[in-house]
């Protein structure tokens, strides 16, 4: 029987504590409805990595990576390389900012344990290979991401809203 996937969360940031107690417990199961959901298959262990942090050192990083010099919600550090005979499939990191994490949820009207739970599985496609830079990978990722939701009963994010338009 296949061990069911690792992931390690820390916690950087201590405002992730006051803002969402839970969120250790909420980023393992997001991230495990993720991959059972992605396709993956392997009869490796999986490992994924979650830091949970704050906007300093979420910009820092996406502008050291991704030449943007400002904060973003999440970001997907895909591991790749071989992996050693024996060893588990560690996938990578995703990082989750504190202070846009919280923005959001707040501005678009939404929990923020569904938010969070969100970024968690989008960051997670991230590392097993989707992407949204064109229209038709968007659709593909978010319909993935809908449905994985759904499953964890957290409403559709890209439903619009009256208040939307």
């Known amino acids: ?17 006051d803002f969402l107690p ?24 999986i490992e ?6 704050d906007d300093r050192r979420v910009r820092a990083l996406n502008r050291r990576w991704r030449t943007k010099d400002r904060p973003t919600n999440v970001l997907a550090f895909p591991a790749g390389g071989p992996v050693p005979r024996g060893a588990p499939l560690v ?10 994490v919280r923005r959001e949820a707040r501005a678009q009207g939404k929990k923020a344990a569904d938010h969070f739970q969100h970024l968690v599985v989008h960051g997670v496609l ?11 990978e968007a659709g593909v990722m978010e319909s993935l991401e809908t449905r994985i939701l759904r499953r964890l009963g957290v409403a559709d994010p ?7 338009d």
């Not at 994924?48 to 942090?53: Q, R």
């Not at 890209?158 to 939307?164: C, K, P, R, S």
Request: overall charge negative; aromatic content about 2%; proline content about 3%.
């Open 1 to 17: 029987m296949r061990r069911p996937p690792a992931i390690s969360v820390a916690m950087e940031a201590a405002g992730w504590a």
């Open 22 to 45: 839970q969120a250790a417990r909420l980023a393992r199961r997001a991230g495990r409805a993720a991959l059972a959901a992605s396709g993956l298959r392997t009869a490796k262990r």
């Open 48 to 53: 994924v990595s979650l830091l949970l942090s």
């Open 91 to 100: 996938l990578g990191d995703v990082v989750l900012a504190l202070e846009t």
């Open 126 to 136: 991230h590392l097993v290979g989707h992407d949204h830079e064109t229209e038709a």
């Open 158 to 164: 890209y439903l619009e809203t009256e208040e939307d």
